[in-house]
């Protein structure tokens, strides 16, 4: 399975920005997915994640200005990032897992770049 990220790169503070994450396989058939991110020198995060078709986890830095959803026909997952924010620079990355609650397969994008400016 790959993932090719796209969206990142260089906003001003308030501004918007859509992350995508396109599937080479059915994105329908996904256990979970999600998004995580990386700051320099830090561990990465998750941003926003959902398992089995449960709610979506966001978390609490981006609750309220990130949105995550799922195009099926494109097999695309989307991030939606509004009101962002200096600290929310990182580098974003797409998460999926293909399986069940006992054992499940992750596949990780290569990462975008996403840099707010004041």
């Known amino acids: 399975v790959e993932l090719a990220e796209s969206g990142g790169g260089l906003v001003q503070s308030g501004g918007s920005l859509r992350l995508s994450c396109t599937l080479s396989?059915?994105?329908?058939?996904?256990?979970?997915m999600g998004w995580f991110r990386q700051k320099p020198g830090m561990q990465r995060d998750l941003v926003a994640f959902?398992?089995?078709?449960?709610?979506?986890n966001y978390a609490d830095s981006v609750q309220g200005r990130f949105t995550m959803s799922r195009d099926i026909p494109t097999n695309t997952l989307h991030l939606q990032m509004n009101n962002l924010k200096l600290e929310d620079t990182a580098v974003y990355y797409c998460?999926?897992?293909?399986?069940?609650?006992?054992?499940?397969?992750?596949?990780w994008g290569p990462g975008t770049q996403v840099t707010v400016s004041s």
């Open positions: 998460k999926v897992e293909f399986g069940n609650k006992i054992f499940s397969t992750d596949y």
């Open positions: 396989a059915r994105i329908d058939r996904l256990y979970a």
């Open positions: 959902t398992i089995n078709g449960g709610s979506t």
